[in-house]
């Protein structure tokens, strides 16, 4: 399990508190300044430093240093449940890419340029590439060999996307499955936590479409 991190060291105990048995979590501290690598080898977790800024720089490098053959992917922030994962994993049986698809908790305030952002992208790939997710999963699980031999190239917030293009030319079976979306548990996301993230993302992610 890859939990690619930036300054999440507030959030991380919690997170790593929740991975269900068997899984191994891997951290990728990206630059972080806030202890970060400190916190996850306390609790457990394998660490991974990459120096290279940019979500899909750590993204790879957990991708690389996993050892096992399916690897999962998710945000490090609190806001998603790594309980959930056995359900995503499962669905691979007949699915090369399983996402989730963030469901928000009652109260929950999705910032509105994040929310557009995502329906405007998710649109388009399903309109271009027939595609049937509606979001750019922010929690994932593929094979990871498989995953590697897509060769995705981008190493800023673009990666996701990237990888759902990739996947469709590909020809990859993806499914996408319903998770719960919850506030984050400390910090400030650095995407959707601005406009300013959230026009960085977003021009990232037309670059690659």
């Given at each position: 399990?890859?939990?690619?991190?930036?300054?999440?060291?507030?959030?991380?105990?919690?997170?790593?508190?929740?991975?269900?048995?068997?899984?191994?979590?891997?951290?990728?501290?990206?630059?972080?300044?806030?202890?970060?690598?400190?916190?996850?080898?306390?609790?457990?977790?394998?660490?991974?430093?990459?120096?290279?800024?940019?979500?899909?720089?750590?993204?790879?490098?957990?991708?690389?240093?996993?050892?096992?053959?399916?690897?999962?992917?998710?945000?490090?922030?609190g806001s998603l449940d790594p309980a959930e994962l056995p359900a995503l994993v499962a669905e691979l049986d007949g699915a090369d890419l399983v996402i989730g698809r963030r469901r928000p908790v009652a109260g929950l305030r999705w910032p509105w340029h994040a929310r557009l952002g995502n329906a405007v992208v998710c649109r388009r790939l399903r309109a271009r590439y027939r595609l049937p997710v509606h979001d750019i999963a922010p929690m994932r699980v593929a094979r990871r060999d498989a995953l590697l031999g897509l060769g995705v190239t981008d190493r800023r917030s673009g990666y996701p996307v990237e990888l759902l293009v990739r996947a469709a030319q590909a020809g990859w079976t993806v499914r996408e499955r319903d998770v719960t979306y919850r506030p984050r548990a400390g910090g400030r996301s650095k995407v959707s936590g601005s406009v300013r993230g959230s026009i960085i993302a977003a021009l990232d992610f037309w670059r690659v479409l």
């Amino acid at each position: 399990m890859v939990l690619p991190c930036l300054n999440e060291a507030e959030a991380l105990p919690g997170v790593l508190a929740a991975v269900p048995d068997g899984y191994r979590p891997l951290v990728v501290d990206n630059n972080s300044t806030d202890g970060t690598a400190e916190v996850a080898r306390a609790h457990g977790a394998e660490v991974v430093t990459e120096r290279r800024p940019g979500y899909g720089a750590a993204v790879h490098a957990g991708i690389v240093a996993a050892a096992t053959p399916i690897v999962a992917v998710l945000d490090a922030d609190g806001s998603l449940d790594p309980a959930e994962l056995p359900a995503l994993v499962a669905e691979l049986d007949g699915a090369d890419l399983v996402i989730g698809r963030r469901r928000p908790v009652a109260g929950l305030r999705w910032p509105w340029h994040a929310r557009l952002g995502n329906a405007v992208v998710c649109r388009r790939l399903r309109a271009r590439y027939r595609l049937p997710v509606h979001d750019i999963a922010p929690m994932r699980v593929a094979r990871r060999d498989a995953l590697l031999g897509l060769g995705v190239t981008d190493r800023r917030s673009g990666y996701p996307v990237e990888l759902l293009v990739r996947a469709a030319q590909a020809g990859w079976t993806v499914r996408e499955r319903d998770v719960t979306y919850r506030p984050r548990a400390g910090g400030r996301s650095k995407v959707s936590g601005s406009v300013r993230g959230s026009i960085i993302a977003a021009l990232d992610f037309w670059r690659v479409l």
